[in-house]
């Protein structure tokens, strides 16, 4: 994050969900002058976000309208420096890609395209840490989730040595993007998953929203904002410092069950209303809720609501910064064709075992939401921090 | 489409597959009003269709970001009068979707968004033919299409008694569509397959554009326009009047062997450029390609370009109009993650056996492009003109 942007949120003291989109990232060269004045919807869609920042793009950028999770397991041979090959490729790819300028090589340079909020964020899996001469930097806290008790983890869709995850809001250039960072990864590493999600982060008047989840829940309200954001995001660890932890989580929703429910015990689950996502204790949105709050001698938050078991009060003050995307999948099995629908969750925060692991500990207990949703994959990364013109993502590391 | 965007079209004689955006489809109350005054991307995105009028939505009206083609198989128990009473409901479902309002008995009304361009195009199957009464009433024409010596069909991709094709600018919006639509369809009938595909009809400046396939080629320069457009697509014959025939086929595409081949060979094997889609012959993008122009001798449109072997002078006149999405998608084999990318090629005229099959049969044997696809599915449907208040889809075949 740049300098000016960093001001800018300070100005507004608002970095909320819905909020990130209009006071976070930087916008380098608005592509979209046809547009004319800037409408409320410009802070979120069609930007032009730039590479080099204080943290990668793709963290504190708005979230986008489509994007594409690729983790990638290191080929035998890849050792250090190996990888630093790699990530200086990658570097470069993410510049131009960003910037809408084909790659170098690219064999399909008009697909290259500026001002459709494209960012590549890029991560470092547990093993890199066992490479020859990496043993040592493992950043303090970051691990692999441990085995909770609701999870049904697929291998297929867990794990990873390394993470590109790219943002847009159009997916032909999200395809573009992974075709060619897979392509330049070849020599070095393979795809072990990919995961494609969708999220809509404006209302139908434009304006910027939190969004919606599968479950039609407004889904991201309790994200950190300011100061507190930052705090809650950045590492200030080794050569990690100013970048930060992620948990990527795949969480199959059961729509079927969860229809079943009534709308209250629905609203009731997560101590959110559905409409607009308002604390059951009152209030709009992004207030706070009231965990104290009682109607005839009961808690209006339920003691197994989403919301108080997740709650920073009921956990040492741990947060985390929720990015998801929904996703809906098919399978063909021998029983026949079966549909899914879920969440691609993700958390960023500066301290895994600090923060995700022991709020995930309370929610695999006590959470309401556990009746309708199971982790299908897990998979942790290590987010170096950003990089400035003529350095490369993960130098601090590699170099 | 009605008839007040059928004028417009006439009056500005253009409707290509860049242009249909700008002038066909009907926009009932632009939602989107904090945008101020309408930039150009706001004929293509952001609008909210009418559900009523002489065609469905869905055919005419602007390609959309994203969208999700849904295959059904009639249950063994469901006759005319039941196809009838789904289809009503399916009706009601898409009148309330279009319009941003949710359906009766949605179990997530919150998700129910206008301004996203939604649509949903309803077709039948050949097998609605042999129900008990519809057997006489199968439009001329109407068939699956022959094996073809490029084809590698998979059954899983192919075939379908109801489709309903969900487009617009939100894939949480289709999600939402499909969930609805196929749990009304449920006591009738089940999912067979889902494509799921992406597109970009808008450049970096949010004109409104052809787009690109993922080869990087602009796909669908060549679609009519004006009355040669609605000649080409819409069916005079009995209760198909006012409808037409689409053919679905689920086109892999070989990336990696089209990075193989060089730039001047991917162009020769179009007949067009790679930056405009201009004609190699000269010209700009919606200009026809040129098949008599030489240069030394030797044709500038290869013999074997697409171009040349689809066109219409090449092939008595016969035409289509073509509305592809692009998709990727993996496959977990023995053999480990397998990666594909393709397109959902779909194509709308009055007749298929006169139109899409004689042309497909000479693509089949001539056209260079067979080098690096090759057809996984391939599903035909007859779609149903559209309706007006109080009416309901398939109404003049069901009723």
Redesign the interface.
């Known amino acids: 994050m740049s300098d000016s942007s960093v001001s800018r949120r300070r100005l507004f003291g608002y970095a909320g969900a819905a909020g990130l989109g209009g006071v976070a990232g930087v916008v380098a060269g608005r592509?979209?002058?046809?547009?004319?004045?800037a409408?409320?919807?410009q802070d979120v869609v069609?930007r032009t976000h730039s590479p080099y920042g204080e943290q990668q793009a793709g963290i504190f950028t708005p979230k986008t309208?489509?994007g594409e999770l690729v983790a990638f397991d290191l080929a035998p041979d890849t050792d250090r420096a190996a990888l630093g090959r790699l990530l200086r490729a990658w570097t470069g790819d993410i510049v131009a890609l960003m910037t809408?300028r084909p790659p170098a090589g690219d064999?399909?340079?008009?697909?290259a395209?500026?001002?459709?909020s494209l960012t590549v964020l890029v991560g470092f899996g547990p093993r890199v840490f066992e490479l020859e001469g990496l043993a040592g930097r493992r950043p303090a806290g970051f691990q692999d989730i441990p085995p909770m008790a609701h999870d049904r983890l697929q291998d297929?869709w867990s794990g990873g040595d390394l993470l590109a995850w790219v943002s847009a809001?159009?997916?032909?250039?999200v395809?573009?993007a992974?075709?060619r960072l897979?392509?330049d990864a070849a020599p070095f590493a393979?795809?072990?998953?990919?995961q494609?999600g969708?999220?809509?982060p404006l209302?139908?008047?434009?304006?910027p929203v939190t969004?919606?989840n599968?479950?039609?829940q407004v889904d991201g309200s309790a994200n950190p904002t300011g100061d507190l954001l930052r705090e809650t995001v950045l590492s200030t660890d080794d050569w990690l410092a100013g970048g930060t932890q992620l948990v990527v989580r795949r969480i199959e929703m059961n729509?079927d069950t969860?229809?079943e429910a009534t709308r209250s015990r629905q609203e009731a689950s997560v101590g959110r209303d559905?409409?607009e996502g308002a604390p059951l204790s009152g209030g709009v949105e992004h207030d706070d809720v009231d965990l104290a709050a009682t109607v005839d001698g009961s808690p209006v938050i339920a003691l197994d609501a989403h919301a108080r078991v997740s709650h920073p009060s009921q956990n040492s003050g741990r947060r985390m910064l929720r990015r998801g995307l929904?996703y809906?999948a098919?399978e063909?099995t021998d029983a026949g064709?079966v549909?899914t629908?879920g969440l691609i969750f993700s958390a960023f925060q500066a301290n895994i075992a600090d923060q995700f692991i022991p709020v995930q500990r309370s929610l695999d207990q006590l959470d309401a939401l556990n009746e309708w949703t199971t982790a299908i994959g897990s998979a942790v990364f290590a987010i170096p921090p950003g990089f400035s013109e003529g350095g490369w993502i993960g130098e601090g590391l590699l170099a």
Chains 1, 2 share one sequence.
């Open positions: 592509a979209s002058a046809a547009n004319g004045e409408p409320v919807a069609g309208m489509t809408g064999f399909a340079p008009d697909m395209q500026a001002a459709v297929r809001d159009d997916a032909t250039s395809a573009h992974v075709r897979s392509t393979s795809v072990r998953w990919r494609r969708f999220w809509r209302d139908q008047t434009g304006a969004g919606r599968l479950f039609g729509l969860w229809d559905l409409p929904n809906t098919e063909w064709l549909e629908s």
